[in-house]
């Protein structure tokens, strides 16, 4: 919902006339935060920090989708 709704957001922006260039997504990789360390997620692909193993989450399919279609989910 996090990335629904800034894409949304993004969306309404263009609609009303904002010049809006791209959208960059803050975190493609789980990653270390520095206020909590490793204990929050925030990647749209998990990683797996024992093996390394990265699996797209709902929202790398998701966003893979928005990004075809070019369109606001």
Request: hydrophobic share 35%.
């Given at each position: 919902?996090?990335?629904?709704?800034?894409?949304?957001?993004?969306?309404?922006?263009?609609?009303?006339g904002?010049?809006?260039k791209?959208?960059f997504?803050?975190?493609?990789?789980?990653?270390?935060?520095?206020?909590?360390?490793?204990?929050?997620?925030?990647g749209i692909?998990?990683?797996d920090?024992?093996?390394?193993?990265?699996?797209?989450?709902?929202?790398a399919?998701?966003?893979?989708?928005?990004i075809a279609?070019?369109?606001?989910?």
């Amino acid at each position: 919902m996090y990335l629904r709704n800034h894409i949304a957001n993004v969306h309404r922006g263009v609609v009303e006339g904002y010049p809006i260039k791209g959208y960059f997504l803050w975190s493609l990789l789980d990653n270390f935060e520095w206020c909590d360390g490793y204990s929050k997620r925030f990647g749209i692909h998990y990683v797996d920090f024992k093996t390394e193993k990265r699996t797209p989450k709902l929202s790398a399919k998701w966003y893979r989708e928005v990004i075809a279609r070019n369109v606001a989910g």
